[in-house]
Protein backbone atom coordinates (compact mmCIF):
# COMPACT_ATOMS: atom_id res chain seq x y z
CA UNK A 1 0.00 0.00 0.00
CA UNK A 2 1.57 3.12 -0.99
CA UNK A 3 0.77 6.76 1.24
CA UNK A 4 1.42 9.86 -0.49
CA UNK A 5 2.67 12.82 1.21
CA UNK A 6 -0.37 15.09 1.44
CA UNK A 7 -2.32 11.99 3.13
CA UNK A 8 0.39 12.01 5.84
CA UNK A 9 0.21 15.76 6.49
CA UNK A 10 -3.55 15.45 6.46
CA UNK A 11 -3.82 12.90 9.16
CA UNK A 12 -5.00 14.19 12.61
CA UNK A 13 -2.11 12.25 14.21
CA UNK A 14 0.61 14.47 12.45
CA UNK A 15 -0.65 18.21 13.71
CA UNK A 16 2.34 18.83 15.32
CA UNK A 17 4.32 17.85 12.91
CA UNK A 18 2.31 20.13 10.47
CA UNK A 19 3.24 22.95 12.72
CA UNK A 20 6.72 22.89 12.99
CA UNK A 21 6.96 22.36 8.92
CA UNK A 22 4.70 25.19 8.66
CA UNK A 23 3.06 27.26 11.23
CA UNK A 24 -0.07 28.77 10.44
CA UNK A 25 0.01 32.37 9.27
CA UNK A 26 -1.64 33.80 12.06
CA UNK A 27 1.78 32.49 13.66
CA UNK A 28 3.99 34.28 11.13
CA UNK A 29 2.57 37.41 10.60
CA UNK A 30 -0.06 39.69 12.67
CA UNK A 31 -1.89 41.01 10.25
CA UNK A 32 -4.95 42.58 11.16
CA UNK A 33 -7.95 42.60 8.93
CA UNK A 34 -9.88 46.25 9.13
CA UNK A 35 -12.54 44.56 11.44
CA UNK A 36 -10.10 43.95 13.81
CA UNK A 37 -8.46 47.48 13.64
CA UNK A 38 -11.92 48.87 14.35
CA UNK A 39 -11.72 46.69 17.26
CA UNK A 40 -8.88 47.35 18.72
CA UNK A 41 -9.84 51.02 17.91
CA UNK A 42 -12.76 51.43 19.46
CA UNK A 43 -10.98 49.32 22.46
CA UNK A 44 -8.27 52.82 22.81
CA UNK A 45 -8.60 55.39 20.00
CA UNK A 46 -6.03 57.01 21.40
CA UNK A 47 -3.70 54.38 21.92
CA UNK A 48 -1.18 55.34 19.22
CA UNK A 49 -1.50 59.47 20.83
CA UNK A 50 -0.05 58.30 24.48
CA UNK A 51 2.39 60.54 25.70
CA UNK A 52 3.99 60.41 28.87
CA UNK A 53 2.81 63.31 31.63
CA UNK A 54 4.56 66.02 32.81
CA UNK A 55 7.62 64.77 34.92
CA UNK A 56 7.32 61.17 33.62
CA UNK A 57 10.00 59.81 31.85
CA UNK A 58 9.10 58.78 28.49
CA UNK A 59 10.02 55.40 26.31
CA UNK A 60 13.42 56.35 25.95
CA UNK A 61 14.55 56.69 29.23
CA UNK A 62 17.46 55.16 30.79
CA UNK A 63 15.70 53.11 34.14
CA UNK A 64 19.11 53.16 36.62
CA UNK A 65 19.77 56.92 36.22
CA UNK A 66 15.78 57.89 37.28
CA UNK A 67 17.07 58.13 40.94
CA UNK A 68 20.43 59.94 40.76
CA UNK A 69 21.33 62.87 43.25
CA UNK A 70 21.65 66.49 42.04
CA UNK A 71 23.78 66.75 38.87
CA UNK A 72 25.44 69.51 36.76
CA UNK A 73 24.08 70.67 33.82
CA UNK A 74 24.46 73.54 31.39
CA UNK A 75 21.47 75.44 29.82
CA UNK A 76 21.30 77.59 26.71
CA UNK A 77 19.01 79.59 25.52
CA UNK A 78 18.33 82.15 22.63
CA UNK A 79 16.08 85.06 23.49
CA UNK A 80 14.04 86.51 20.68
CA UNK A 81 16.25 89.73 19.51
CA UNK A 82 13.16 92.14 19.64
CA UNK A 83 13.50 91.92 23.47
CA UNK A 84 14.44 95.33 25.47
CA UNK A 85 16.84 95.43 27.68
CA UNK A 86 14.13 95.19 31.04
CA UNK A 87 12.25 92.40 29.49
CA UNK A 88 15.32 90.09 28.66
CA UNK A 89 16.34 90.76 32.73
CA UNK A 90 13.07 89.53 33.69
CA UNK A 91 12.82 86.30 31.40
CA UNK A 92 16.63 85.40 32.78
CA UNK A 93 15.19 86.35 36.72
CA UNK A 94 12.16 83.74 35.24
CA UNK A 95 14.48 81.21 33.95
CA UNK A 96 16.31 81.51 37.40
CA UNK A 97 13.55 81.46 39.50
CA UNK A 98 12.30 78.18 37.58
CA UNK A 99 15.56 76.26 38.96
CA UNK A 100 15.85 77.66 42.26
CA UNK A 101 12.08 77.35 42.88
CA UNK A 102 13.04 73.45 42.15
CA UNK A 103 15.54 72.80 44.86
CA UNK A 104 18.31 73.50 42.10
CA UNK A 105 20.99 76.14 42.15
CA UNK A 106 22.30 78.58 39.37
CA UNK A 107 25.94 78.88 39.48
CA UNK A 108 26.98 80.83 36.70
CA UNK A 109 25.16 83.06 34.52
CA UNK A 110 27.20 83.62 31.23
CA UNK A 111 25.08 86.26 29.24
CA UNK A 112 26.51 86.34 25.28
CA UNK A 113 24.26 88.69 24.01
CA UNK A 114 22.73 89.34 20.80
CA UNK A 115 24.22 87.56 17.97
CA UNK A 116 24.05 86.69 14.12
CA UNK A 117 22.10 83.19 14.15
CA UNK A 118 23.71 80.26 11.38
CA UNK A 119 20.07 80.35 10.27
CA UNK A 120 17.05 81.90 10.55
CA UNK A 121 14.65 80.68 13.46
CA UNK A 122 11.26 82.39 13.31
CA UNK A 123 12.05 84.72 10.34
CA UNK A 124 14.87 86.20 12.47
CA UNK A 125 18.50 86.21 11.92
CA UNK A 126 19.83 86.91 15.25
CA UNK A 127 19.19 85.81 18.71
CA UNK A 128 20.17 87.10 22.62
CA UNK A 129 22.42 83.97 23.80
CA UNK A 130 22.60 83.18 27.41
CA UNK A 131 24.54 80.09 29.21
CA UNK A 132 23.84 78.85 33.14
CA UNK A 133 25.74 76.62 34.40
CA UNK A 134 23.35 75.23 37.41
CA UNK A 135 23.32 72.28 39.94
CA UNK A 136 19.66 70.51 39.71
CA UNK A 137 17.43 67.04 39.92
CA UNK A 138 17.49 65.05 36.78
CA UNK A 139 13.85 64.68 37.10
CA UNK A 140 13.54 68.60 36.52
CA UNK A 141 14.98 68.66 32.90
CA UNK A 142 11.79 67.52 31.79
CA UNK A 143 10.00 70.30 33.49
CA UNK A 144 12.52 72.99 32.38
CA UNK A 145 11.99 71.83 29.02
CA UNK A 146 8.65 72.56 29.21
CA UNK A 147 8.51 75.71 30.76
CA UNK A 148 10.99 76.56 27.87
CA UNK A 149 8.69 75.19 24.90
CA UNK A 150 5.84 77.37 26.51
CA UNK A 151 8.13 80.69 26.92
CA UNK A 152 7.16 82.25 23.37
CA UNK A 153 10.13 84.79 23.64
CA UNK A 154 12.96 81.73 23.12
CA UNK A 155 13.86 80.32 20.16
CA UNK A 156 15.68 77.32 20.88
CA UNK A 157 17.12 75.84 24.12
CA UNK A 158 19.61 73.62 24.68
CA UNK A 159 19.82 71.19 28.41
CA UNK A 160 23.04 69.30 28.53
CA UNK A 161 24.45 67.00 31.50
CA UNK A 162 28.30 68.02 31.96
CA UNK A 163 30.00 65.04 33.07
CA UNK A 164 32.12 65.18 36.11
CA UNK A 165 35.13 63.52 34.75
CA UNK A 166 36.00 65.63 32.39
CA UNK A 167 38.46 68.55 32.68
CA UNK A 168 36.73 71.94 31.64
CA UNK A 169 38.53 73.58 28.16
Known sequence: MFVTFSQILASEELDALRMLIRPPMTQCLSIQTPSRMLQSWAQDP???????????????????????????????????????????????????????????????????????????INKQNEGQYVLLQTHMDPAFCIQLEHQFRLQESIMRFLVVAVDEEAEPA
Open 46 to 120: FKHLKIPLLGQRGPGAIPWKENLAMRNYEVTYIAHPDLDAEAFKQLNAQVQAWITDNSGKVEKVDVWGKRKLAYQ
